[in-house]
């Protein structure tokens, strides 16, 4: 069983930034793919970027790509998404999710993902 505990959320204005950070338990960390997803009052929730094992391998979805970077730190099992330049339509609950490899599915999909966190709520005023 894999843990993930999301922080750093919270409410900025337009064109401000946020990280949040997902802090993950187990020893197998390293060898996973982790993804951050977001879902807005009354939508589905829906991709935002995700990283390989190593880091070698970046995805993002087209919305957030140029202002959001996807990170982590396998010496603290943490994955991070800095998030810049904020709009209004990026509010929503994030998530993170970590795929061990045991379900088949791309990044993009919410359905290769095994293990995912409560959410934290971002919000960004106009």
């Known amino acids: 069983q894999v843990q993930l505990v999301e922080s750093g959320g919270g409410l900025v204005q337009a064109g401000g930034s946020l990280r949040l950070s997902c802090a993950a338990s187990g020893r197998a960390f390293s060898t996973y793919t982790m993804g951050w997803f977001r879902q807005a009052l009354g939508k589905e929730r829906a991709f935002v970027a995700a990283?390989?094992?190593?880091?070698?391998?970046?995805y993002y979805t087209d919305s957030v790509k140029g202002r959001f970077t996807i990170s982590r730190d396998n010496a603290k099992n943490t994955v991070y998404l800095q998030m810049n330049s904020l709009k209004p339509e990026d509010t929503a609950v994030y998530y993170c999710?970590?795929?061990?490899?045991?379900?088949?599915?791309?990044?993009?999909?919410?359905?290769?993902?095994?293990?995912w966190g409560q959410g934290t709520q971002v919000t960004v005023s106009s």
């Open positions: 990283i390989n094992w190593n880091g070698g391998r970046l």
């Open positions: 999710a970590a795929s061990t490899g045991a379900r088949s599915g791309s990044p993009y999909s919410e359905g290769g993902y095994d293990y």
